[in-house]
């Protein structure tokens, strides 16, 4: 079996930083999940950018609306309406069969706020797929300097789904250098999730969620 490493690049779309790194994953013909924000889709020319993903094969993923707050963490009832019930309904025909969602973590942490009772009813209801992840370089912390720690913290992964930010803080310069390394560490690059990574799959439970919200 060779080392499979999942990319997926959340946040965007960027009207300058998308199309770049567009560009660099068909020069290598690398297939990712593009996890959009709702909010950012109502711009004509961003949502251009994310039919471009759509039609060149990648993913596209549901990553909230306003990208503003946990979903644990917010007390208004209507938000998993809004943050994924709207974002679902501009990626509209773009996205994957599987309705694919990924909550917003603060700070890249999978803990008790990342959902809520009511959000993970609306999931459920809706058929939705949650899609978490295990690695998270911290790109936007360190843009410069994030892609050792990003192949640091893949080697310790049997499977790494990793986690980046297609946004204007310059770390997407250092993709190719990141591809570069995972390539010489022998990863094949694959478009579909490790299954831990999957708490909810089609609308089914099929982890155990009380990790990921508030008791
Ligand atoms: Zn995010």
């Known amino acids: 079996m060779p080392w499979r490493v999942t990319l997926s690049f959340d946040n965007g ?4 930083i998308t199309p770049q790194v567009l560009d660099i994953l068909a020069r290598r013909a690398i297939l990712t999940t593009f996890f959009v924000v709702g909010d950012k889709l109502r711009d004509p020319e961003r949502y251009a950018i994310v039919e471009r993903a759509f039609r060149e094969g990648h993913w596209i993923g549901n990553h909230t609306f306003n990208h503003l707050a946990p979903l644990g963490v917010t007390l208004d009832v209507d938000a998993p309406a809004l943050e994924i019930g709207r974002t679902q309904e501009l990626i509209g025909e773009m996205s994957h069969p599987d309705r694919l969602f990924r909550p917003f973590g603060s700070g890249g942490i999978l803990d008790e706020a990342l959902l809520s009772a009511t959000a993970v009813d609306l999931l459920c209801r809706d058929g939705y797929t949650c899609v ?3 690695v998270v ?4 912390e360190n843009p410069k300097g994030w ?3 990003a192949l640091e913290q893949c080697a310790a992964e049997e499977w790494p789904l990793v986690v980046l930010h297609d946004l ?3 770390a997407m310069e250092q ?3 990141f591809l ?6 022998g990863a094949t690059i694959v478009q579909h999730f490790p299954e831990d990574c999957v708490p909810i799959v089609n609308g089914g439970i099929v982890a155990d969620m009380s990790a990921y919200m508030p008791s």
Do not use: K, S
Request: aromatic share 8%.
């Open 180 to 185: 570069d390394g995972l390539e010489a560490a």
């Open 168 to 170: 204007p803080t310059t």
């Open 147 to 149: 892609v050792p720690r």
């Open 175 to 177: 993709l190719e250098l």
């Open 137 to 140: 370089p911290r790109d936007w």
């Open 132 to 134: 978490l992840w295990n």
């Open 13 to 16: 779309p960027d009207p300058e």
